[in-house]
């Protein structure tokens, strides 16, 4: 976030941002934290620039163009990571912290996050257009979570399956539950509303697989289509009275002030790389750092984790 002086370019809120995007405000206060939407402060106020405003539009919009020129085209066509770049996919909080220590055992190295989903995040593996990927997709049909979708998502590659962190998903609800909603099933009552997540990430797979297992027709769910994009995002919609369900993580609903958490599964977030580079020294460091007192100190005083198998191997494909 940039800080400089008022001039006649017109300014917008995070609030006015919000309703021209049409995304919540708590994503646009999301979007500047990343650095992917340029605004400054004016004391407490923060504000965003009608040009760059514009800036991030037409950005997002190549990006589109680009994601479906990609999705057309054979996968050894994506661009590849450059060789001194490490891109990790994944959004939750621990990967700030993965990044950072990876960077002080790797100083002539970039790291990148791109935040994608755990679908999203297997593909860009498979194309080539990431180093690592994060993932917590619950299959049904085997009670068990990553290996099956990485075997569909990645064809034909060698991987390699390690443990970063166990989580505990559930709904975020209104603080003290007062639609007292407590299962799957509830999901189906007319006088709730749901706030979902966008198609590819974990939390949305378990919902549909949920949904598949208990023979539940998304119709009959009001807010289904509605979507945000990350766990802080559909826990701030609850807060705000905006919708009276979401599914996400544990962690995310302690950051947000009147949410009430009803745990529902133990999730397993693990990464995901190729067999053939596990001997390279970026991916060797990796795993040196997730192995660490360091980082499994740091994460687990952030409270929300579970580091009991952090760093075994999960599983090969």
């Known amino acids: ?14 609030e ?3 309703k021209i995007l049409k995304i919540s405000r708590f994503t ?9 939407l340029a605004a400054y402060h004016i004391g407490r106020k923060v504000r965003v620039e009608a ?22 085209q054979p996968p050894t066509d994506d661009p590849a990571p450059e060789p ?18 990876l960077e002080k055992a790797l ?17 860009a593996l498979y194309r080539g257009t990431a180093n690592i990927a994060t993932a917590h997709l619950w299959d049904s049909d085997t009670d068990t979570y990553n290996t099956p979708y990485v075997r569909r998502f990645l064809p034909g590659h060698r991987t390699q399956v390690y443990n970063l962190a166990y989580r505990n998903t559930g709904f975020y609800v209104a603080k003290g539950n007062p639609k007292n909603i407590n299962n799957w099933q509830d999901l189906t009552r007319p006088d709730i509303t749901l706030i979902n997540r ?20 998304y119709h009959q769910i009001k807010g289904y289509s509605k979507e945000e994009m990350s766990h802080l995002a559909v826990a701030s919609c609850i807060a705000r009275g905006e919708a009276d369900v979401g599914i996400g993580i544990e962690k995310a609903a302690l950051q947000v002030n009147d949410i ?24 060797q460091a990796l795993l040196d750092v997730i192995r660490s007192d360091t980082f499994r100190n740091e994460v687990s005083g952030m409270g929300g984790y579970d580091l009991s198998q952090t760093g075994q191997l999960m599983g090969n494909s």
């Not at 001194?84 to 220590?101: K, P, T």
């Not at 002539?108 to 679908?119: A, D, E, K, L, P």
């Not at 966008?198 to 027709?217: A, C, K, N, P, T």
């Open 51 to 72: 040009p760059d405003l514009e800036v991030y539009i037409q950005r997002s919009k190549r990006n589109n163009m680009l994601t479906k020129q990609s999705a057309a």
């Open 84 to 101: 001194d770049s490490f891109i990790i996919c994944g959004q939750d909080i621990v990967l700030d912290i993965l990044i950072r220590h």
């Open 16 to 18: 006015e941002v919000a």
């Open 1 to 14: 976030m940039r800080c400089i002086l008022m001039s006649d370019t017109t300014a917008y809120t995070p």
């Open 198 to 217: 966008e198609r590819g990430s974990g939390s949305r797979v378990l919902l549909d697989e949920m949904l598949h297992v208990l023979d539940i027709d």
């Open 28 to 36: 646009v206060y999301e979007m500047i934290k990343r650095g992917d």
């Open 260 to 283: 009430e958490f009803i745990f529902q599964k133990k999730e397993r977030y693990d990464l995901v790389l190729r067999k053939e580079d596990i001997d390279k020294p970026h991916f």
């Open 107 to 123: 100083p002539h190295v970039r790291c990148f996050r791109n935040y994608s989903g755990s679908i999203d995040g297997l593909l």
